[in-house]
């Protein structure tokens, strides 16, 4: 079954600062990568997704990047702000499901 | 178009009890998948119904079950609860099954339950 490791397990950037979360995946036929930002005591909420035919995909200060050869994707955060603060978790489907990373707890310092 | 929405949203029971969650999936949805989240355990998953044909299922003993009904909506069942499944229970809903073309997965608010 498809295992999706994420790195780091947690994170703390200065304010203004970037931030990088790094995942590989084991299924090479995954197509579809979404990254979900979760707010404490909140749903995870889809921010950005990148499909299997495009190598990166950005979104005001959020981009995500795929390397299929590899089978790595990154979400990167430029100019952190105070609101993104939050656990991030990446995703892969196989087999009719979503398997998710173990999670990445960001904290952006003021 | 209205959220995912679940009910109920909070919900205490007691050990060797049953326990009935419902999730309403995004109008039109016809995938509604569900997930077990606990501080330790991350988003683990429970199941995956697509017309109401369930097409995967997750490491969780037979205690765990579900079903979806002809208009999409999705229960899942605890039954003989254990203190060990206190945790808040997500469902999603997506046009297509995960691996299709345009597949994109929302979430719903969850529903707490703890076991006392």
């Known amino acids: 079954g498809e295992n999706v490791e994420q790195h780091p397990s947690t994170l703390s950037v200065q304010e203004g600062d970037s931030a990088v979360i790094k995942c590989t995946y084991s299924?090479?036929?995954?197509?579809?990568f979404p990254w979900y930002k979760q707010e404490l005591g909140k749903r995870p909420q889809l921010i950005i997704d990148?499909?299997?035919?495009?190598g990166e995909k950005k979104d005001q200060r959020i981009a995500v990047t795929l390397n299929k050869t590899a089978k790595h994707f990154s979400l990167h955060i430029t100019e952190t702000q105070p609101e993104d603060s939050a656990v991030y978790f990446c995703?892969?489907?196989?087999?009719?499901?979503?398997?998710f990373g173990a999670g990445t707890t960001v904290t952006v310092r003021a | 178009k209205a959220g995912v929405t679940q009910t109920p949203r909070y919900l205490i029971k007691t050990r060797g009890q049953q326990v009935t969650l419902s999730c309403s999936p995004i109008?039109?949805?016809?995938?509604v998948s569900w997930y077990q989240q606990t501080p330790g355990q991350g988003l683990q998953f429970l199941f995956e119904?697509?017309?109401?044909?369930?097409?995967n299922k997750g490491n969780f003993p037979g205690r765990f079950s579900g079903r979806q009904f002809s208009n999409s909506r999705s229960e899942m069942n605890v039954s003989t609860l254990e203190l060990g499944d206190s945790a808040l229970y997500l469902c999603?809903?997506?046009?297509?099954?995960?691996?299709?073309?345009?597949?994109?997965?929302?979430f719903g608010p969850g529903t707490r339950l703890t076991v006392t």
């Open positions: 995703a892969a489907p196989n087999d009719y499901k979503l398997s």
């Open positions: 109008s039109g949805h016809r995938s």
């Open positions: 119904y697509f017309s109401e044909t369930q097409r």
């Open positions: 990148i499909r299997s035919n495009v």
């Open positions: 299924d090479s036929a995954s197509n579809y």
């Open positions: 999603a809903s997506s046009l297509d099954p995960p691996g299709s073309p345009y597949y994109e997965q929302y």
